[in-house]
């Protein structure tokens, strides 16, 4: 009997990490879109229709929307044309718990070809994204 107790406290704690760890892995990105346009607002950013194709020459926005994320953590933003990466901008999340944060690449970098986006956590991509931005 003591050893069934035994094994049913273990199977328990085992299950109980489990859950921990997967927890510990969800993202944080909710939502995302690039975008020649930002938005500031979640109902905004939820009716937002993401363009098949950007301009060169046009400013190009990041508008990422954070769940669980607590007030102060740092994301960084990649952006790539054509697999060389043109800029590196780091943020903090400036409310606790959810918020959007909105990256910005500037209309003089966006040549045309691939534009891809990474939003990363430390090492790990949260989220990314690819598009085609074409000559005016």
Known sequence: MKTHRNYLFLFSILIL???VLAGCESSTV????VSDRQYT?????????????LKTGQDIYASVYFIKSP????YTAKWFI???????DTQ???TDRKGI??????????AAGTLKFQII??????????????GE
Do not use: C, H, R
């Open 82 to 88: 054509n697999g060389n990466e043109v800029k590196t």
């Open 101 to 110: 944060i909105v990256f910005n690449l500037e209309g003089d970098k966006a």
């Open 121 to 134: 956590y430390k090492d790990l991509v949260l989220a990314s994204k690819e598009l085609v931005i074409s």
């Open 30 to 33: 909710a939502k995302y879109i």
């Open 17 to 19: 990490f489990t859950l």
């Open 71 to 74: 007030k102060g953590m740092e």
């Open 92 to 94: 903090k999340m400036p």
């Open 41 to 53: 607002d979640i109902k905004d950013l939820d009716s937002a229709k993401p363009p098949e194709q």
